[in-house]
């Protein structure tokens, strides 16, 4: 088992702000790392795979970054659709999801 | 269209066994990777386990080897979690997902909608 650890639990933002998450891994991962969005009452959905590659149909203001134990999720412009919690996943070793970030209002 | 559409959940007596089903169309059942993945309310995301495409390898999150076990039927292109020994804490929405992959990358890349487990007296 790898925890992940995810900062901040909670981001009070703004539509048009510059958001960026963490994900930290407890031992290095490479690039195993994926991003998922959750809305409440829904399925999570894929954003990021493989640290930085964008999932089809994902916006482009999504980007991901990092290798090792230290990624990152950045939102380049938040959008309103884009209230929600966000999950990191490694997959170098079984499967781990980190605790989440709600990006909220 | 891809669909994973989960069923078999409800309520259940602490101790109680549950099978959970998950039917799958749109895409290879018989070449994908399958895992499950649980939300208990208000909580993040559990990692239950995974199968191979073939069934021959399975892995399990430490807290429920030997009560939980997957299965996979590829000619009804169905996936499978029989739950046994259930605790209060094994309540959560239970996700069925796809597991695609570029080279050596994974991903879980569809979801179903989930299904309700509650284990409680």
């Not at chain 1, 900062?7 to 031992?27: E, F, K, M, N």
């Not at chain 2, 073939?54 to 997957?70: I, L, N, W």
Request: with cysteine.
């Amino acid at each position: 088992d790898i925890p992940m650890t995810q900062s901040p639990s909670s981001l009070p933002a703004s539509v048009g702000d510059r958001v960026t998450l963490t994900c930290r891994a407890s031992q290095s991962i490479s690039t195993y790392l994926n991003w998922y969005q959750q809305k409440p009452g829904r399925a999570p959905k894929l954003l990021i795979y493989a640290a930085s590659s964008l999932q089809s149909g994902v916006p482009s203001r999504f980007s991901g970054s990092g290798s090792g134990t230290q990624f990152t999720l950045t939102i380049s412009s938040l959008q309103p659709e884009d209230f929600a919690t966000y999950y990191c996943q490694q997959v170098f070793s079984a499967r781990s999801f980190g605790q989440g970030t709600k990006v909220e209002i | 269209e891809v669909q994973l559409v989960e069923s078999g959940g409800g309520l259940v007596q602490p101790g109680g066994s549950l099978r959970l089903a998950c039917a799958v169309s749109g895409f290879s059942f018989s070449n994908s990777w399958m895992s499950w993945v649980r939300q208990a309310p208000g909580k993040g995301l559990e990692w239950v386990g995974n199968i191979k495409p073939d069934g021959t390898e399975k892995y399990y999150v430490d807290s429920v080897k030997g009560r939980f076990t997957m299965s996979r039927d590829n000619t009804k292109n169905s996936l499978y979690l029989q739950m046994n020994s259930l605790r209060a804490e094994d309540t959560a929405v239970y996700y069925c997902a796809k597991e695609g992959h570029s080279s050596s990358w994974y991903y879980f890349d569809w979801w179903g909608q989930g299904t309700l487990v509650i284990v409680s007296s």
